[in-house]
């Protein structure tokens, strides 16, 4: 089998890694003024106005990590000054996302409210605010409607009239820059910097672009994170055994563990775990969301067989799978693992057993998802999203009208084939990989969005050993040679099984581990294609 990529060294990889950063790189010093967002000067004047009158305060956040981290940082800031403020977090079973109609009643009781990570499209929620006497200030990172609410401020860089030059930014950062507009109105002597531990969570996990003001708070925020005395910090590093922390052991680790409590149950816990003043407080509620982890984690497997044996031998170019009582914390995530598995566009959907179905749309490769729904979206109750993931409703008669419109709308779209991934930066020979290859890999973290871990292909590569492990046997470790260079592999979340001497194809990151002072690579396996294929 013979590679359609560029076979890859150390100084073409050097050179492909440094373009992706044309701009350069910025240093703390360069940050933003909070002052070029549109309405902070407006939303702080009023919250001051109201620290200093005595007004009651709360925080409106979302179910998941980015609205967690937003609630707890601003939580935390108000603590950090003696002011009692409220908060909640929406139930997504119960509420539904952000402020909206269900939760306003719930804080009729306050003066101010401030939403983190939500609240732009809350339109009607605005309305009962005032309705209600009280002055809502908005702080939000998604996408404009057509109408925005008719609220006291609302510090949106997505706005066009709004001067901050970084617009793909997330709900966290945005608090973040609310907070630090608060600290010099109120010539408190507080350290933002502490803040950027729990900031840098929210953007890894939130899949913001690795560039610019985003790579700068992150590495901030990790460089304060493997220093962190907060007690949560403390209880999940020794849980994972860590000394020093990457952006995927957030992105697989923590992110993981702070979502399943809004997927599973109720998100508030997650609030309280990070901002926990106590080891013994941290602990029982890192052990609790370790169990609704757990407990996503087996949903979602279930979820996932059923669906991967329902899209089974199906020929469109777009899956929209459903199923009875699917649970709609984990659709999103059962998604991206069939996209992942049949490589298609995939659509997952709740039925409620009352008519309609509710679910969630992960894209694969270049498909814009967001785009293609739109074309179609007249069958839907509700939808949103963006270019790689989408969130929707309809009524279960309207199901078949829109799975035969979504296929013609895929007809006219190419879906890149596996062998031009766009994201695999050449083929490897196994005798170039190295430790020097490691370390320059080291100078362009962290890795995420924008900024993806370097993927290579190797083909011609023999199996020396193959073994399933884990629990559900759904991991694969293997033993490969290439090249007279043998190295370790580990393949998660697969079935597949392959015999010594067979000869595959590879695709995959390399990953150092340092086991008691050991150094050594291991290739993280993502796909395996055999020559037959």
């Known amino acids: ?14 050179t492909l890694l440094h373009t992706r950063f044309e701009e350069g790189f910025l240093s703390l010093k360069e940050l933003p003024s909070p002052h070029l967002f549109k309405d902070m000067q407006k939303a702080t004047e009023r919250i001051v106005s109201a620290i200093k009158s005595n007004q009651k305060i709360v925080i409106v956040g979302d179910y998941d990590v980015d609205g967690v981290v937003s609630t707890s940082i601003v939580k935390l800031f108000f603590e950090q000054i003696g002011y009692e403020v409220g908060w909640i977090i929406p139930n997504r079973f119960l509420h539904g996302y952000g402020i909206s109609e269900k939760i306003v009643p719930l804080i009729k009781a306050y003066d101010l409210a401030i939403t983190v990570d939500n609240g732009i499209s809350a339109y009607q929620a605005a309305l009962l605010c005032q309705e209600h006497q009280i002055d809502l200030i908005i702080t939000d990172h998604h996408l404009l409607p057509p109408l925005l609410p008719d609220a006291y401020a609302i ?7 709004c001067d901050f030059p970084y617009k793909e930014i997330c709900g966290a950062q945005v608090a973040w820059y609310l907070i630090a ?19 840098s969570v929210a953007i890894i996990a939130d899949v913001m672009p690795l560039k610019n003001i985003n790579r700068l708070m992150v590495i901030a925020g990790l460089q304060k994170l493997e220093r962190s005395t907060k007690p949560a910090m403390r209880v999940f590093f020794e849980s994972k055994q860590l000394h020093s922390i990457k952006a995927e052991d957030i992105a697989f680790g923590l992110a993981p563990l702070l979502n399943s409590a809004g ?56 899956l929209v799978l459903s199923g009875k009582a699917w649970h709609e914390g984990v659709v999103g995530i059962v998604a991206a693992r069939v996209a992942e598995y049949y490589k298609k566009p995939t659509i997952i959907l709740n039925d409620n057993g009352e008519g309609g179905l509710k679910g969630s749309g992960r894209s694969f490769y270049t498909v814009d998802l967001f785009k293609t729904v739109t074309q179609v979206k007249h069958f839907l109750d ?13 009524q279960k008669e309207s199901l078949e009208a829109f799975k035969f419109a979504l296929q013609e709308c895929m007809e006219s779209i190419d879906i890149a084939p596996f062998q031009s991934d766009p994201l695999i930066v050449g083929h490897l020979s196994f005798d170039a990989i190295s430790q020097s290859l490691i370390a320059l890999m080291a100078q362009f973290e962290p890795y995420g969005e924008g900024n993806e871990r370097p993927r290579f292909i190797t083909t011609n590569v023999k199996v020396i050993e193959s073994q399933t492990i884990g629990k559900e046997k759904n991991h694969l470790r293997l033993l490969l040679e290439h090249s007279g260079v043998k190295y370790p592999a580990i393949w998660f979340n697969t079935t597949e099984t392959y015999a010594p001497m067979q000869m595959i194809c590879v695709v995959y990151h390399l990953n150092e581990n340092n086991f008691q002072g050991k150094r050594s690579i291991q290739l993280f396996v993502l796909d395996i294609i055999k020559p037959s294929e």
């Open 1 to 14: 089998m013979q590679s359609i990529y560029p076979n890859i060294d150390l100084n073409t990889l050097e």
């Open 155 to 161: 510090i949106n860089p997505k706005q066009s009239d």
């Open 181 to 199: 507009s608060l600290k010099k109105a109120l010539g408190t002597n507080i350290d933002m910097l502490e803040y950027l531990e729990l900031v």
């Open 263 to 318: 997927r599973m149950d109720d998100a508030s816990c997650a609030v309280d775990f990070l901002t926990a003043t106590t080891q013994i407080d941290a602990t029982v509620l890192f052990v609790k969301l370790n169990m609704m982890n757990e407990q996503r984690k087996n949903v979602e497997f279930e979820i996932t067989q059923e669906a991967l044996k329902q899209a089974k031998e199906r020929e469109e170019k777009i």
């Open 382 to 394: 509700k939808f949103g999203g963006h270019k790689a993931a989408i969130g929707l409703s309809l």
